[in-house]
């Protein structure tokens, strides 16, 4: 499969415990976005990184979210002491640095529950 | 601030019907603009980019113009299908960075 790829898929957890997402861009894509999703609404960014550096981060990215790219392939997303407005679609998309106009292309999604 | 509207949030017509999806932005000042396709509790399928100096895109049954200087941006889906039944969003991107504005999105159901 060449697309991107987010795991897990899915994850339920209690208010106040951490959560860690993975994201697996497109091979040789070296940009990567990290995008939220509340149900009903457009994606709202978060960050972007062009291979392990990290360009531009949303003020929704609060000091509670850290994401990084070690070794600019994949990228983790943890939220720390999760709160039940963090309960979204966590979105990842990545594209190369040149051609394709900027397009971005997404992963399926991690559909995080914060009871 | 770039903001993106999408008019209307939800639509219902016949199968085989042509449709129009509207998309508008505040700030003229744009890279390109994508629209995407999203099936419930999934990720987003890329339909169409329009570069900014471009005035349409085409792919099979699918149209999406671009009128930059009006702020608008329209997708025409022809003979619509069943199948076509999603919620369809539009995206910007601006001169100065490379993170997308997003609209709410139009849910579109097709009706058989």
């Known amino acids: 499969d060449t697309g991107v790829s987010q795991n897990p898929r899915h994850k339920i957890t209690k208010r106040g415990q951490n959560v860690t997402f993975r994201c697996d861009p497109i091979s040789e894509h070296n940009r990567l976005y990290w995008y939220r999703q509340t149900l009903g609404q457009g994606p709202e960014f978060l960050t972007y990184f062009q291979n392990e550096a990290q360009l531009e981060k949303s003020r929704l990215l609060s000091d509670r979210f850290s994401a990084e790219r070690p070794k600019g392939s994949f990228s983790t997303l943890e939220i720390q002491r999760t709160e039940q407005g963090d309960s979204a679609m966590y979105l990842c998309?990545?594209?190369?640095?040149?051609?394709?106009?900027?397009?971005?292309?997404f992963g399926p999604g991690t559909r995080l529950t914060v009871l | 601030k770039q903001e993106v509207t999408q008019i209307p949030a939800a639509l219902s017509v016949p199968e085989g019907e042509n449709l129009v999806l509207n998309c508008s932005f505040t700030?003229?000042?744009?890279?390109?603009l994508q629209w995407f396709r999203q099936d419930p509790g999934k990720g987003l399928t890329s339909l169409l980019l329009i570069q900014s100096s471009q005035r349409e895109q085409t792919s099979g049954r699918l149209n999406a113009s671009l009128d930059k200087s009006s702020g608008r941006s329209t997708l025409y889906i022809a003979a619509s299908q069943p199948g076509d039944s999603a919620t369809y969003l539009c995206?910007?991107?601006?001169?100065?960075?490379?993170?997308?504005?997003w609209g709410a999105g139009t849910k579109l159901i097709i009706k058989p």
């Open positions: 998309a990545s594209n190369p640095r040149v051609g394709t106009y900027n397009e971005q292309f």
């Open positions: 700030d003229s000042a744009i890279y390109n």
């Open positions: 995206a910007v991107r601006g001169d100065s960075n490379y993170q997308l504005i």
